[in-house]
């Protein structure tokens, strides 16, 4: 048994579910202590926005009520929030004093965001790194509107949880994949949810750019349904079974999701090429070195292959427990691999609360 201090656990609210997780460490020695999943009916949450409260804060607290493993005895909690209307970028500022950062920090904001300083919260931290030039500063820049935070605030006071951070759902997640939270090499983290795909490129110790699609492991599942006129689950059962396996059922399953999933592809090709084309790619990074599938549509079969193939980059199934479980370690989580893709986001948020308690 693991006697440490108490750490906040990771809260992940979507539009769809709730998730929870909960790690304990003892010196370097990490386990996952509780974990949780509660689906979130339509409606309550729509595009990142709370629109019924009293049922949310009574999901929050059934999900942390129910959490497999040890009681969470804890009202600390490390929240996400939703990427809908966030801003999130790396900027580069002459060498200012450290004092002038934040003023710059506000044109910036003024000018690439429709919503008064005063309507916003935001946070900034400077950026040492290899590639950063003697000449510039590199600056991640990190805001959302108040409107949006708020209800969060409130409802989860509400529940009896006591937040303590706030983050931004990309920062969680690639905390969760990249090894050590270091990569010398541009790194792309595709995380395709219920109702949207995030996009993420990280590279040295930090994000480099985000921003969401429209496209979601939902909408394959309507697609699949439509086309074969069968029922939402039956469509979910088959988009698993088979997945973009064009021999199987003689193609109809792969026909049904193909055009969508050739529009996720334009869509990685055009902020592939931005990337590229922008100050970020700068010192010799000039492209993504390979991509990281997560979420619960990371596990379709068939994705990372179609997507390597007709991007040209190494795809791959990401990792959530690679900077909780050492590769020596003959432990397992009680969650199986596939079910902690969708905790990705939870499983980052959990690694700040250790880091937080």
Same mark, same amino acid.
């Given at each position: ?67 497999? $493993? ?226 619960? $549509? ?60």
């Amino acid at each position: 048994m693991i006697s440490s201090r108490p750490s906040a656990f990771g809260l992940d609210i979507s539009d769809l579910s709730i998730k929870i997780a909960l790690l304990e460490q003892d010196g370097k020695h990490i386990e996952l202590a509780s974990f949780g999943r509660q689906e979130i009916p339509e409606s309550v949450i729509e595009k990142g926005v709370i629109k019924k409260e009293n049922e949310l804060i009574s999901l929050i607290k059934k999900t942390v009520g129910e959490a497999k $493993g040890q009681k969470i005895k804890t009202e600390h909690c490390i929240v996400s929030l939703p990427e809908t209307e966030s801003y999130i970028r790396v900027i580069q500022l002459p060498r200012i004093k450290k004092e002038e950062i934040s003023e710059a920090i506000k044109w910036e904001l003024e000018a690439n965001i429709p919503v008064s300083l005063e309507d916003l919260y935001f946070d900034w931290q400077e950026i040492t790194r290899p590639s950063s030039r003697e000449n510039h500063l590199d600056v991640l820049i990190g805001a959302l509107p108040k409107t949006l935070v708020d209800p969060y605030l409130n409802v989860i006071k509400k529940a009896g949880l006591a937040p303590l951070v706030f983050e931004i759902e990309s920062v969680a997640t690639a905390r969760a994949l990249i090894k050590n939270e270091v990569s010398t090499e541009a790194v792309m983290i595709i995380d395709l949810g219920g109702r949207k795909t995030t996009l993420v490129i990280f590279g040295d110790d930090t994000i480099l750019f985000t921003t969401g699609l429209p496209i979601s492991n939902s909408e394959l599942t309507f697609d699949i349904a439509k086309n074969l006129k069968v029922d939402k689950e039956k469509a979910k059962e088959l988009k698993f079974k088979f997945g973009l396996d064009d021999s199987e059922e003689d193609g109809k399953i792969y026909r049904a999701m193909e055009p969508r999933i050739l529009e996720l592809v334009g869509e990685i090709k055009k902020y592939i090429d931005y990337f590229q084309a922008s100050k970020m790619a700068h010192s010799g990074r000039q492209s993504i070195s390979k991509i990281l599938l997560c979420g619960g $549509g990371a596990n379709l079969k068939g994705l990372s292959a179609f997507l390597s193939g007709r991007l040209g980059v190494g795809v791959s199934v990401g990792n959530p427990w690679v900077n909780i479980f050492n590769a020596s370690s003959d432990e397992l989580p009680e969650i199986t691999f596939d079910d902690s893709l969708s905790f990705t986001t939870a499983l980052g948020l959990a690694l700040r609360g250790l880091k937080e308690s």
